[in-house]
């Protein structure tokens, strides 16, 4: 049977030869093997593909021989349980979909819930339950706690924001800590907030893009995972520009989807290590 074993901790002489020993020692054997140091905060960062019968004592053993601070997670090849957050557009949430129903995505998509009930029968053409929790006459917060209860009956893997155009309170954030993957409809740093495309179209620029990012508390400036970008010219309008970034948010926000399904993403501290 087929694992991912995914290693994280501070940085010391001789870990990957620790790690691939043990596996050794375990009768498993590594099919593929992917390491990152960073220098500059110590960190080390692995991901090793593995096949055999890895058991308890090899992953307490592996924990006793490496730093305190050591995150290790074993995981199955069981497909990644994501719930999709979406308002009104459709073009991520119908390319998710589509990927799933092409099993082009290592992906379960257990649910979509919106604000609106606008998309309820792009879910349902794909059998996907479909809920509308409306953000009108209650706080962000109130909101927030139905939707994050909702989350919680599925107890997904993943959260996907498919054009959530909804600033999560605090409390949200932290109750899914590391799990939320937003797409935004700019290439960050450049034109955070709303209307990006509009701003760009103010400061004249000849490229415009996406990027999928992990959420934090500060508006659009979670730990990049992904971006593309594609050219435009100064022919294009705001309205075009639109148009035409779509289908990169579309591509950009699947391609997040996937390699976090594929634990071939890691944060460290403000930004990703993304094996490929």
Same mark, same amino acid.
């Given at each position: 049977?087929?694992?991912?074993?995914?290693?994280?901790?501070?940085?010391? /002489?001789?870990?990957? #030869?620790? +790690?691939?020993?043990?596996?050794?020692?375990?009768? =498993?054997?590594?099919?593929? %093997?992917?390491? &990152?140091?960073?220098?500059?905060?110590?960190?080390?960062?692995?991901?090793?593909?593995?096949?055999?019968?890895?058991?308890?004592?090899?992953?307490?053993?592996?924990?006793?021989?490496?730093?305190?601070?050591?995150?290790?997670?074993?995981?199955?090849?069981?497909?990644?349980?994501?719930?999709?957050?979406?308002?009104?557009?459709?073009?991520?949430?119908?390319?998710?979909?589509?990927?799933?129903?092409?099993?082009?995505?290592? /992906?379960?998509?257990? #649910?979509? +819930?919106?604000?609106?009930?606008?998309?309820?029968? =792009?879910?349902?053409?794909? %059998?996907?339950? &479909?809920?509308?929790?409306?953000?009108?006459?209650?706080?962000?917060?109130?909101?927030?706690?139905?939707?994050?209860?909702?989350?919680?009956?599925?107890?997904?893997?993943?959260?996907?924001?498919?054009?959530?155009?909804?600033?999560?309170?605090?409390?949200?954030?932290?109750?899914?800590?590391?799990?939320?993957?937003?797409?935004?409809?700019?290439?960050?740093?450049?034109?955070?907030?709303?209307?990006?495309?509009?701003?760009?179209?103010?400061?004249?620029?000849? +490229?415009?893009?996406?990027?999928?990012?992990?959420?934090?508390?500060?508006?659009?400036?979670?730990?990049?995972?992904?971006?593309?970008?594609?050219?435009?010219?100064?022919?294009?309008?705001?309205?075009?520009?639109?148009?035409?970034?779509?289908?990169?948010?579309?591509?950009?926000?699947?391609?997040?989807?996937?390699?976090?399904?594929?634990?071939?993403?890691?944060?460290?501290?403000?930004?990703?290590?993304?094996?490929?």
């Amino acid at each position: 049977m087929s694992y991912i074993l995914t290693t994280q901790c501070s940085d010391e /002489i001789g870990l990957i #030869a620790k +790690i691939t020993s043990l596996c050794h020692e375990h009768n =498993l054997n590594i099919v593929r %093997n992917n390491e &990152f140091v960073d220098t500059d905060n110590k960190r080390f960062f692995m991901r090793t593909e593995l096949t055999g019968s890895p058991t308890n004592l090899f992953l307490s053993q592996l924990q006793m021989n490496l730093p305190d601070d050591a995150q290790i997670k074993l995981h199955s090849p069981t497909k990644v349980k994501v719930v999709l957050l979406a308002t009104k557009e459709a073009h991520c949430l119908g390319g998710a979909l589509l990927k799933q129903y092409e099993n082009a995505l290592n /992906i379960e998509i257990q #649910a979509v +819930i919106a604000n609106y009930p606008d998309l309820k029968p =792009l879910a349902e053409a794909f %059998n996907v339950p &479909f809920h509308c929790i409306s953000h009108e006459g209650v706080s962000r917060t109130e909101h927030d706690q139905q939707v994050g209860d909702l989350i919680a009956n599925y107890q997904p893997d993943l959260i996907g924001l498919a054009k959530y155009m909804r600033i999560l309170s605090p409390e949200f954030v932290a109750r899914f800590e590391n799990k939320i993957i937003n797409i935004h409809h700019s290439f960050l740093p450049a034109f955070i907030g709303a209307k990006p495309y509009h701003q760009a179209f103010a400061r004249g620029v000849k +490229i415009i893009g996406a990027t999928a990012h992990f959420v934090n508390n500060e508006l659009d400036e979670g730990p990049i995972i992904v971006q593309d970008v594609t050219q435009i010219t100064h022919a294009d309008n705001a309205e075009a520009m639109a148009k035409i970034g779509r289908d990169i948010e579309k591509t950009v926000f699947c391609n997040a989807l996937q390699l976090a399904s594929e634990r071939k993403l890691f944060i460290n501290g403000t930004k990703t290590v993304v094996f490929k």
